[in-house]
């Protein structure tokens, strides 16, 4: 089991930027594949963005390519995901996740820890 704490959400006017944080800590971090997901109000959780755990393979939903950045930094067992050109439908509450495999997935049952969530809020 990882434990994972993400920060760095907010309030943001459209057009703004965000850079989320998520620091693992227990299981080997180096290892793990990571992903982002978010949930708006009053809808399922998303896909965002995935890293496989070595860093070479990248995927985005199609709503945030050219957006949002994954990136990691294994030295500080942390996640990031850079968000760009913020919209007021990328408003959701942003989880990180961690997945043993060290395979990115694009669903939610590839993953077996995730973080509290951060509140991403964007306004018009």
């Known amino acids: 089991q990882v434990q994972l704490v993400e920060s760095g959400g907010g309030l943001v006017q459209a057009g703004g930027s965000l850079r989320l944080s998520c620091v693992a800590s227990g299981r080997t971090f180096s290892s793990d594949a990571m992903g982002w997901f978010r949930r708006a109000p009053g809808k399922e959780r998303e896909f965002v963005a995935a890293v496989n755990w070595s860093g070479g393979r990248i995927y985005y939903a199609d709503s945030v390519k050219g957006r949002f950045t994954i990136s990691r930094d294994n030295a500080k067992n942390t996640v990031y995901l850079q968000m760009n050109s913020l919209k007021p439908e990328d408003t959701a509450v942003y989880y990180c996740?961690?997945?043993?495999?060290?395979?990115?997935?694009?669903?939610?049952?590839?993953?077996?820890?995730w973080g509290q969530g951060t509140q991403v809020t964007v306004s018009s």
């Open positions: 996740a961690g997945s043993p495999t060290g395979l990115a997935g694009l669903t939610a049952e590839a993953y077996d820890s």
